[in-house]
Protein backbone atom coordinates (compact mmCIF):
# COMPACT_ATOMS: atom_id res chain seq x y z
CA UNK A 1 0.00 0.00 0.00
CA UNK A 2 1.58 3.49 -0.79
CA UNK A 3 2.29 5.85 1.87
CA UNK A 4 -0.19 8.45 0.49
CA UNK A 5 -3.03 5.72 0.74
CA UNK A 6 -2.05 5.02 4.58
CA UNK A 7 -2.39 9.02 4.62
CA UNK A 8 -5.42 9.21 3.41
CA UNK A 9 -6.77 6.27 5.53
CA UNK A 10 -5.59 7.21 8.43
CA UNK A 11 -7.18 10.76 8.44
CA UNK A 12 -10.45 9.02 8.00
CA UNK A 13 -9.67 6.91 10.79
CA UNK A 14 -9.10 10.07 12.80
CA UNK A 15 -12.30 11.73 11.75
CA UNK A 16 -14.05 8.33 12.54
CA UNK A 17 -12.77 8.88 16.00
CA UNK A 18 -14.29 12.65 16.37
CA UNK A 19 -17.58 11.08 15.29
CA UNK A 20 -17.92 10.96 19.63
CA UNK A 21 -17.50 14.47 19.71
CA UNK A 22 -20.27 15.51 16.88
CA UNK A 23 -23.36 13.36 18.11
CA UNK A 24 -24.08 13.53 21.63
CA UNK A 25 -24.75 10.70 23.56
CA UNK A 26 -23.78 8.51 20.71
CA UNK A 27 -20.06 9.48 21.65
CA UNK A 28 -19.73 6.91 24.87
CA UNK A 29 -21.32 3.53 22.56
CA UNK A 30 -19.10 4.79 19.62
CA UNK A 31 -16.00 4.26 21.51
CA UNK A 32 -17.01 1.19 23.13
CA UNK A 33 -16.83 0.00 19.31
CA UNK A 34 -14.05 2.12 17.47
CA UNK A 35 -11.54 1.57 20.29
CA UNK A 36 -10.82 -2.08 19.90
CA UNK A 37 -11.21 -1.86 16.02
CA UNK A 38 -8.81 1.29 15.77
CA UNK A 39 -6.18 -0.57 18.06
CA UNK A 40 -6.39 -3.37 15.14
CA UNK A 41 -6.55 -1.10 12.08
CA UNK A 42 -3.48 0.48 12.80
CA UNK A 43 -1.77 -2.85 13.19
CA UNK A 44 -2.78 -3.88 10.11
CA UNK A 45 -1.82 -0.44 8.94
CA UNK A 46 1.66 -0.29 10.40
CA UNK A 47 3.41 -3.40 10.63
CA UNK A 48 5.95 -4.87 13.09
CA UNK A 49 6.39 -3.55 17.25
CA UNK A 50 5.89 0.05 16.32
CA UNK A 51 2.78 -1.10 14.40
CA UNK A 52 1.70 -2.85 17.96
CA UNK A 53 3.09 -0.51 19.93
CA UNK A 54 0.34 2.30 17.87
CA UNK A 55 -2.36 -0.26 17.95
CA UNK A 56 -2.12 -0.13 22.36
CA UNK A 57 -1.57 3.53 22.02
CA UNK A 58 -4.59 4.18 19.74
CA UNK A 59 -6.67 1.85 22.03
CA UNK A 60 -5.93 3.52 24.86
CA UNK A 61 -6.58 6.74 23.60
CA UNK A 62 -10.09 6.24 21.74
CA UNK A 63 -11.17 4.02 25.13
CA UNK A 64 -10.00 7.11 27.48
CA UNK A 65 -12.78 9.97 27.38
CA UNK A 66 -11.23 13.36 26.75
CA UNK A 67 -8.26 11.96 24.27
CA UNK A 68 -10.23 11.51 21.03
CA UNK A 69 -8.77 14.75 20.08
CA UNK A 70 -5.51 13.08 19.79
CA UNK A 71 -5.00 12.19 15.39
CA UNK A 72 -3.48 9.07 16.59
CA UNK A 73 -3.40 7.88 12.72
CA UNK A 74 -2.29 10.94 11.39
CA UNK A 75 0.81 11.06 13.73
CA UNK A 76 2.29 7.57 13.05
CA UNK A 77 2.05 8.30 9.74
CA UNK A 78 4.12 11.69 9.89
CA UNK A 79 6.46 9.44 12.75
CA UNK A 80 7.09 6.51 9.98
CA UNK A 81 7.03 8.37 6.54
CA UNK A 82 8.52 11.93 7.63
CA UNK A 83 10.28 11.85 11.32
CA UNK A 84 11.91 8.37 11.54
CA UNK A 85 15.45 8.38 10.11
CA UNK A 86 16.35 5.20 7.77
CA UNK A 87 19.53 3.27 8.88
CA UNK A 88 22.45 3.84 6.32
CA UNK A 89 23.25 0.64 4.29
CA UNK A 90 26.93 -0.56 5.20
CA UNK A 91 29.45 -0.54 1.87
Known sequence: MSKYKKL?????????GYVSFIIPGIGEFSDIVWAPLS????????????????????????ALPGLDVIPTFTLMWLYTYVLKKEPKDLK
Do not use: N, R, S
Not at 8 to 16: E, K, N, P, T, V
Not at 40 to 61: D, P, R
Open 8 to 16: LLGILFDAI
Open 39 to 62: GWLMTKLYKGKAGKVAGVITFVEE
